[in-house]
């Protein structure tokens, strides 16, 4: 733009020298350097460090990441903070990573309102924020993306296959995993859809198990023993639920009973193709996570990083369990993020 004539020199230096530093910056948040300190620093807040879903996404997540700093794409990374499955706890590591610095920050909510507060805090802060697995209540509005499944989705497989199993139809539970997930919101939403459509399908109650085991099999063993024969499925959030709680009643000589939950664990994918577990539904969380850092060397590299990727949900049954049933084989089969 030109200066006007009546502008003088010493005043026109002064303007380009006051609008250097914000060139300055853009340039360097262009670069990955959004803080503009020189470096690029990426924060990872996991959701737990111990169940066997998060397990295969965290390993990911520090194999990639530990490439991105040894080929100098970014400086460091803060490693795996542990959010012990406690939105309170991912709260507090969220303000961890702004006083660090952080850049970009990868996050798997707790749950959806509780983890709220550490994207907002992010975001304010001026971190870039890649949510994954599942949403907050602000991750549509404020994440720089989402790369996840869709859990409606994932609730109308599982319905689906119960139908197809029990022509019939019959009575079920559903076991929940932590409530206020937006997994566990979404995934009760799908089964309802399917289920809640089918009049020849009775829902006895929801049981809330916090995605644990333990729990699933205590009420797989309340259901047996108050409803008896009229019990004929058991539908679960997770595999770790669907596949104690299908243990349970194999020994307790209801294998009639079915039962069915998400994540296509090691665990429940051997027992389907031994037998004793009909299906799983597989979540690619490892591609989630993939898709996210991915995401994060797209903006660092000036690309195009759409508001959300999805990675698809899998029905798994005797069929197919071998393309899914080891890592190695696992991992030839993702396939790629579909953009919404």
Known sequence: MKLRKLISLSVAALMVAGMAIPAAADEAAAGGDVNGDGKIVVGYISKNTTDPFHGP????????????????????????LDGLTDAGKQVDLAADCIAQGVDYAIILPAEA???????????????????????????DD?????????????????????????????????????IGNSAQIQRGEGILNILGEDDKFEALGDYPCDWAADKAVNAATDAMSMYGDDLKAIICDNDDMSSAAQQACNEAGRSDIVCIGVDGNQGPLTMV????????????????????????????????????????????????????????????????????
Not at 61 to 77: F, H, K, Q, R, S
Not at 128 to 134: A, L, Q, R
Not at 299 to 316: A, C, H, Q, R, S
């Open 113 to 139: 309102v509780a983890s709220d507060p550490a994207v907002v805090n992010m975001t304010e802060a001026g971190i870039k924020v890649v949510v994954v697995n599942s949403k907050t209540d602000s991750t």
């Open 273 to 340: 193709k031994e037998g004793t577990l009909g299906a799983t539904v597989l979540q690619d969380g490892v591609g989630q996570v993939t898709a996210g850092i991915d995401a994060i060397v797209a903006d660092i590299n000036g690309e195009t990083v759409e508001k959300e990727y999805t990675i698809p949900f899998v029905l798994v049954t005797s069929e197919n369990v071998d393309q899914y049933l080891n890592a190695d084989s696992a991992a030839e089969a993702e396939t790629e993020a579909v953009t919404e």
């Open 142 to 178: 404020l994440a720089l993306t989402y790369c996840g499944s869709d859990d409606v989705y994932a609730g109308e497989l599982m319905a689906t296959y119960i139908q197809e199993q029990l022509p019939d139809g019959g009575a079920y539970i559903h076991c929940q995993g932590v």
């Open 57 to 80: 996404i965290n390993s990911t997540a520090t194999e990639i990441l530990d490439g991105l700093v040894a080929d100098g794409t970014i400086d460091e990374w803060t490693g795996i």
